[in-house]
C-alpha cells in the first residue's frame, strides 16, 4: 500500500488480546476497517467471539460487529496493510519472529508495547526492525488507559515513525470523535518516554500507599521528568520529545490513577505486600518492574543521576526498608530546579 491516508478501507490486524489491543482494535473496526485481533488462547477468542466482549480483559465493552477474533496467526495478518503489536515486552519478539514470514513486503508494523526487552535493552521498534524485513515501522504511545478509551473519554495519543506517510495513515486509521493522534519522528524518544514513565507511576503508587499527598506526587512528577529527560539526553533521544503526550502527558495520567497497573504495583508494595504478589494480585502486565531494572544498570553504567530510580530499585530488588530510603532521598543535595535552558 502507498497511499498516505486511509481513504478506503484497509486489512488491519492487532496482535494481543489484552485490554489495550481490544481498546485499539474497537476503535479501527468503528472506523469501517477489515479488522481482525489475534489472541493466543482460543478458549479466550471464542468467548470474545461468542458473547461480543473481551470479559477477561475489559469486561463490559461491546465490540465491533466489523472485528473478527481469531487464535489463528496467518488468517489475522494474510493480506494485512498494517499490524498492531500489543504483546507485553517479555513475550514480543517471540510473537514478532513468529509472524513475520506471514507478513507481505511493505507492511506497517506499529508497537503499541511500553516496555524494554530484559535481555537486550532493545525497544520494541529494535525488535520489529530485527526480526522483519522490508516493512514500515512505527510506535504508537500516550495517555491513554485503554478502559477510558473504549468509555470514550477524550483522548490523544502519538504515533511516532520517521515514515511520514505512515503517520499519516495510523492518524487516519485511528482517529475518531473522541481520540486524536499526533505525530512525530522520533521514535526512540517516543518510545522511550513510555518505557520510563512506568517506573515512576510504582513510585507515586507507593507514595499514596504511604498516605502522602498532593505536594508529594506534584514533587514526584516532576522531579521524574526531570531524570526522564536526562537519561534521554544521555542515550540520545531528544528530551524535548518527553514534555510532549508521550512523555509529560503519560507521566501525569500514570502517575495520579489507580488504572495504572504500575500505579497500583506500587500502592500494594507500599503497603507491606511482597512484590511478586502484587505483581500476581494485579494479574495484568506491569512493565514498569523489569524496566526498573533495566534503567538502574543502564543509568549505572553511562553515570546519569537518576535518585527516583535507585530508590525505587533499593526498596523493590534491595530489601532496604522505605522509611530509611526516603529519608536518604530527602537528604540528598538540593541542586537547580530547571538544568535545561533554551540559550547556548
Ligand atoms: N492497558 C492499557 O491501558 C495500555 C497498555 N499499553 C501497553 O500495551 C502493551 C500490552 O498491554 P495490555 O494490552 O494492557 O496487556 P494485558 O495485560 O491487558 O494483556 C496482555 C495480552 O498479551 C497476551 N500475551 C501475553 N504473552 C503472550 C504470548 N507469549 N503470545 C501471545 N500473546 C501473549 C495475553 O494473552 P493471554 O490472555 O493468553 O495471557 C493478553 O492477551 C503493554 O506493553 C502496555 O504497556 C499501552 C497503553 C495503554
Ligand atoms: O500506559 C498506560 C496508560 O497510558 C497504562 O499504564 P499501566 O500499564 O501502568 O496500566
Same mark, same amino acid.
Given at each position: 500500500?502507498?497511499?498516505?491516508?486511509?481513504? &478506503?478501507?484497509?486489512?488491519?490486524?492487532?496482535?494481543?488480546?489484552?485490554?489495550?489491543?481490544?481498546?485499539?482494535?474497537?476503535?479501527?473496526?468503528?472506523?469501517?476497517? =477489515?479488522?481482525?485481533?489475534?489472541?493466543?488462547?482460543?478458549?479466550?477468542?471464542?468467548?470474545?467471539?461468542? %458473547?461480543?466482549?473481551?470479559?477477561?480483559?475489559?469486561?463490559?465493552? !461491546?465490540?465491533?460487529?466489523?472485528?473478527?477474533?481469531?487464535? =489463528?496467526?496467518?488468517?489475522?495478518?494474510?493480506?494485512?496493510?498494517?499490524?498492531?503489536?500489543?504483546?507485553?515486552?517479555?513475550?514480543?519478539?517471540?510473537?514478532?519472529?513468529?509472524?513475520?514470514?506471514?507478513?507481505? #513486503?511493505?507492511?506497517?508494523?506499529?508497537?503499541?508495547?511500553?516496555?524494554?526487552?530484559?535481555?537486550?535493552?532493545? $525497544?520494541?521498534?529494535?525488535? $520489529?526492525?530485527?526480526?522483519?524485513?522490508?516493512?514500515?515501522?512505527?510506535?504508537?504511545?500516550?495517555?491513554?488507559?485503554?478502559?477510558?478509551?473504549?468509555?470514550?473519554?477524550?483522548?490523544?495519543?502519538?504515533?511516532?515513525?520517521?515514515?511520514?506517510?505512515?503517520?499519516?495513515?495510523?492518524?487516519?486509521?485511528?482517529?475518531?470523535?473522541?481520540?486524536?493522534?499526533?505525530?512525530?519522528?522520533?521514535?526512540?524518544?517516543?518510545?522511550?518516554?513510555?518505557? %520510563?514513565?512506568?517506573?515512576?507511576?510504582?513510585?507515586?503508587?507507593?507514595?499514596?500507599?504511604?498516605?502522602?499527598?498532593?505536594?508529594?506526587?506534584?514533587?514526584?512528577?516532576?522531579?521524574?521528568?526531570?531524570?526522564?529527560?536526562?537519561?534521554?539526553?544521555?542515550?540520545?533521544?531528544?528530551?524535548?520529545?518527553?514534555?510532549?503526550?508521550?512523555?509529560?502527558? =503519560?507521566?501525569?495520567?500514570?502517575?495520579?490513577? =489507580?488504572?495504572?497497573?504500575?500505579?497500583? !504495583?506500587?500502592? %500494594?508494595?507500599?503497603?507491606?505486600?511482597?512484590?511478586?504478589?502484587?505483581?500476581?494480585?494485579?494479574?495484568?502486565?506491569?512493565?514498569?518492574?523489569?524496566?526498573?531494572? $533495566?534503567?538502574?544498570?543502564?543509568?549505572?553504567? $553511562?553515570?546519569?543521576?537518576?535518585?527516583?530510580?535507585?530508590?525505587?530499585?533499593?526498596?523493590?530488588?534491595?530489601?532496604? #526498608?522505605?522509611?530509611?530510603?526516603?529519608?536518604?532521598?530527602? &537528604?540528598?543535595?538540593?541542586?537547580?530546579?530547571?538544568?535545561?535552558?533554551?540559550? #547556548?
Amino acid at each position: 500500500m502507498t497511499q498516505t491516508e486511509a481513504s &478506503s478501507p484497509l486489512s488491519i490486524a492487532v496482535l494481543g488480546g489484552g485490554s489495550f489491543g481490544t481498546a485499539i482494535a474497537n476503535i479501527i473496526a468503528g472506523n469501517g476497517h =477489515d479488522t481482525r485481533q489475534w489472541m493466543r488462547d482460543p478458549e479466550k477468542a471464542a468467548s470474545c467471539r461468542k %458473547l461480543r466482549e473481551n470479559t477477561f480483559y475489559l469486561p463490559g465493552v !461491546v465490540l465491533h460487529p466489523l472485528l473478527n477474533i481469531t487464535y =489463528d496467526l496467518e488468517e489475522a495478518v494474510t493480506g494485512c496493510d498494517i499490524v498492531f503489536v500489543s504483546i507485553p515486552s517479555k513475550s514480543f519478539r517471540q510473537v514478532v519472529r513468529a509472524v513475520a514470514p506471514l507478513l507481505s #513486503p511493505g507492511t506497517m508494523l506499529i508497537s503499541t508495547t511500553k516496555g524494554i526487552e530484559h535481555d537486550s535493552f532493545h $525497544l520494541m521498534s529494535d525488535i $520489529l526492525r530485527e526480526e522483519t524485513q522490508g516493512m514500515r515501522v512505527g510506535v504508537l504511545s500516550g495517555p491513554n488507559f485503554a478502559k477510558e478509551i473504549v468509555e470514550g473519554h477524550y483522548t490523544a495519543t502519538v504515533i511516532a515513525s520517521e515514515d511520514e506517510a505512515l503517520c499519516k495513515t495510523i492518524q487516519s486509521v485511528l482517529h475518531s470523535e473522541t481520540f486524536r493522534v499526533y505525530s512525530s519522528s522520533d521514535v526512540f524518544g517516543v518510545e522511550l518516554a513510555g518505557a %520510563l514513565k512506568n517506573i515512576y507511576a510504582i513510585v507515586t503508587g507507593m507514595a499514596k500507599a504511604l498516605g502522602r499527598g498532593g505536594n508529594t506526587t506534584s514533587l514526584l512528577i516532576t522531579r521524574a521528568l526531570a531524570e526522564m529527560m536526562r537519561f534521554a539526553e544521555a542515550m540520545g533521544a531528544d528530551p524535548m520529545t518527553f514534555i510532549g503526550l508521550a512523555g509529560v502527558g =503519560d507521566l501525569i495520567l500514570t502517575c495520579s490513577s =489507580d488504572l495504572s497497573r504500575n500505579y497500583r !504495583v506500587g500502592y %500494594l508494595v507500599g503497603k507491606g505486600m511482597p512484590l511478586e504478589q502484587a505483581v500476581a494480585e494485579i494479574g495484568q502486565v506491569a512493565e514498569g518492574v523489569n524496566t526498573v531494572r $533495566l534503567i538502574k544498570a543502564k543509568a549505572d553504567e $553511562l553515570g546519569v543521576y537518576m535518585p527516583l530510580v535507585s530508590a525505587i530499585h533499593a526498596i523493590l530488588f534491595e530489601e532496604r #526498608p522505605i522509611p530509611e530510603v526516603i529519608r536518604d532521598l530527602m &537528604s540528598g543535595a538540593q541542586t537547580f530546579d530547571v538544568a535545561y535552558s533554551a540559550k #547556548p
